[in-house]
Antibody
Framework: EVQLVQSGAEVKKPGESLKISCQASGYSFISYWIGWVRQMPGKDLEWMGIIYPADSDTKYSPSFQGQVTISADKSINTAYLQWTSLRASDTAIYYC????????????WGLGTLVTVSS | EVVLTQSPGILSLSPGERATLSCRASQIVSNNFLAWYQHKRGQAPRLLIYGASSRATGIPDRFSGSGSGTDFTLTISRLEPEDFAVYCCQQYASSPYTFGQGTKLEIK
């Protein structure tokens, strides 16, 4: 059974750094692109970017390029989403997603990680 | 960027009824690269439909997708109690891959 298990909720202050994780199981981690989707409060889902764990090739949505870093550690089947300096506008639920091979839709999702940024 | 507009925002129906959800794109979605997801509170979103009309693995046949170009529809033929959730469409024809704002299907 494919599972994407995300790290727990975080409460941070503006300017702090953060790295959230998504551990995959039930499939060959290096064979599928894995990525992140954001949902800000009351807003639409937004695709942020994806990474291919086999070679760390990464693609970002233009809106998120330079704002976050997506990485993966294939030795522990885990993908990461990282910020160096959080802003209040980063408050959102972040979903880990597995991309269907060859297409940019997402066949498995994690439960989501709530990130709250507040002073 | 392709903007997806879903309607209605909220749909109130009873179990056993037929649900028809709409997703309209601001430009043609090439190859009908449109997916539908179901999202229940506290659960991971679930892929229902891809390619506008292909059911994902394990999805009951009461769920069907149709449409092409800019107009797409998700139909649930006979609502079961577990079908009441938020439904969201996504286009994956062109980057950035965008989502609709969702339709909440609630029990009448």
């Amino acid at each position: 059974e494919v599972q994407l298990v995300q790290s727990g909720a975080e409460v941070k202050k503006p300017g702090e750094s953060l790295k959230i994780s998504c551990q995959a199981s039930g499939y060959s981690f290096i064979s599928y692109w894995i990525g992140w989707v954001r949902q800000m409060p009351g807003k639409d889902l937004e695709w942020m970017g994806i990474i291919y764990p086999a070679d760390s090739d990464t693609k970002y949505s233009p809106s998120f390029q330079g704002q976050v870093t997506i990485s993966a550690d294939k030795s522990i089947n885990t993908a990461y989403l990282q910020w160096t300096s959080l802003r209040a506008s980063d408050t959102a639920i972040y979903y880990c997603v597995r991309r269907m091979t060859g297409y940019f839709f997402f066949d498995y999702w994690g439960l989501g990680t709530l990130v709250t940024v507040s002073s | 960027e392709v903007v997806l507009t879903q309607s209605p925002g909220i749909l109130s129906l009873s179990p056993g009824e037929r649900a028809t959800l709409s997703c309209r794109a601001s430009q043609i979605v090439s190859n009908n690269f449109l997916a539908w997801y179901q999202h229940k509170r506290g659960q991971a979103p679930r892929l229902l439909i891809y390619g506008a009309s292909s059911r994902a693995t394990g999805i009951p046949d009461r769920f069907s997708g149709s449409g092409s170009g800019t107009d797409f529809t998700l139909t649930i033929s006979r609502l079961e109690p577990e079908d009441f959730a938020v439904y969201c469409c996504q286009q994956y024809a062109s980057s950035p891959y965008t989502f609709g704002q969702g339709t909440k299907l609630e029990i009448k």
